[in-house]
């Protein structure tokens, strides 16, 4: 049997960096810890927008994060960068944006940008992200329908309610937007990921390993998407296909604990033991302390030693 089988999500963050994978059940999304990735769009989604939305709302995200920054200043400091704001606001905010200690900000930014400026769709986009990632599902459904009021045509931000809605078990609402994410963008490859899974929790299984081949065109460097189409071939039958796909999930993400999981798992019932064991060590690498892992490793040890007895 292949073990206790755990879909992950790929789900690219474009406001925070190298992408990175979040354990999801049916409900998905209520984690991000990067090493992986939570989709949604960051500020870079301005490029849907004309040149004067951009500037507006780039400038309001900016304008926020250089207030946050000056606001922890002594006061003779306070005054030296309001001077300085004055004269670089942009400038400054681009600057320290790359610096990691304002993420920790993240969502007191988005909401000093709101407050400043009631228009900016991409603030309530990105805010909605943040808040799905530690599972305030009920504002995010909010925010992300007040981005959509703002601009219908934003898939991002139809990606973002999906995520949301399908956290609550509303997975047809959720379907029903990642669909509209892809009449958008249908290179979206976030969005084919995450109606993959959705369509996959609902047993659709020959459409959700569409979706996952679709999102693989669009950014075949993602294991996350190779693990989700792995698991859907191991439902369709497809073994060898599956490994294939979990090889290629290791080799982008060496530390895929699951994605060393399952392969050894499906080496190990192809008969491939030795191979089985390189990929439960490999697991065990990353998390000493699997006692699945472990145990899936002792059942082919002994099965090996069976192998070696003569007959």
Same mark, same amino acid.
């Given at each position: ?10 789900? !690219? #963050? ?18 991000? !810890? ?16 004309? #040149? ?52 920790? $900000? ?85 969005? !084919? ?12 299984? $020959?459409?959700?390993?569409? !979706? ?6 669009? #950014? ?53 033991? $030795? ?32 192998? #070696?007895?003569?007959?």
């Amino acid at each position: 049997m292949v073990g206790n089988i755990r879909l992950y999500i790929a789900n !690219h #963050d474009r406001a925070s960096g190298p992408p990175r994978f979040v354990r999801a059940g049916l409900a998905a999304w209520l984690r991000f !810890h990067h090493h992986g990735v939570i989709s949604g769009g960051g500020s870079e989604v301005a490029q849907l927008a004309t #040149d004067a939305e951009r500037s507006s709302c780039q400038n309001a995200l900016a304008a926020a994060g250089a207030v946050l920054l000056l606001d922890r200043l002594p006061p003779w400091r306070r005054r030296a960068g309001q001077a300085l704001c004055l004269g670089g606001l942009l400038t400054l905010a681009v600057l320290t944006w790359n610096q990691s200690h304002l993420y920790a $900000d993240r969502e007191t930014l988005y909401r000093a940008t709101i407050r400043g400026n009631p228009g900016c769709w991409m603030a309530y986009n990105n805010l909605a992200r943040s808040l799905i990632s530690r599972g305030a599902t009920d504002e995010a459904i909010g925010l992300s329908s007040k981005a959509l009021e703002l601009r219908p045509d934003y898939p991002e931000a139809h990606n973002n309610l999906a995520l949301a809605l399908g956290s609550r078990g509303q997975v047809e609402e959720a379907v029903s937007h990642y669909r509209k994410a892809l009449e958008l963008d249908p290179a979206y490859a976030e969005a !084919h990921n995450n109606l993959g899974f959705a369509l996959a929790s609902r047993g659709q299984l $020959d459409e959700a390993i569409a !979706h996952y081949r679709k999102a693989l065109e669009s #950014d075949p460097g993602r294991a996350g998407i190779h693990y989700n189409l792995a698991m859907a071939l191991i439902g369709r039958g497809s073994t060898q296909n599956a490994i294939a796909h979990l090889r290629q999930a290791v080799e982008l993400q060496p530390e895929f604990v699951e994605a060393h999981n399952n392969l050894g798992i499906l080496l190990a019932r192809s008969g491939r033991l $030795d191979e089985a064991i390189e990929q439960f060590q490999k697991a065990l690498e990353s998390d000493p302390g699997s006692a699945e892992v472990r145990r899936n490793l002792d059942i082919a040890l002994a099965g090996r030693r069976r192998a #070696d007895v003569p007959r």
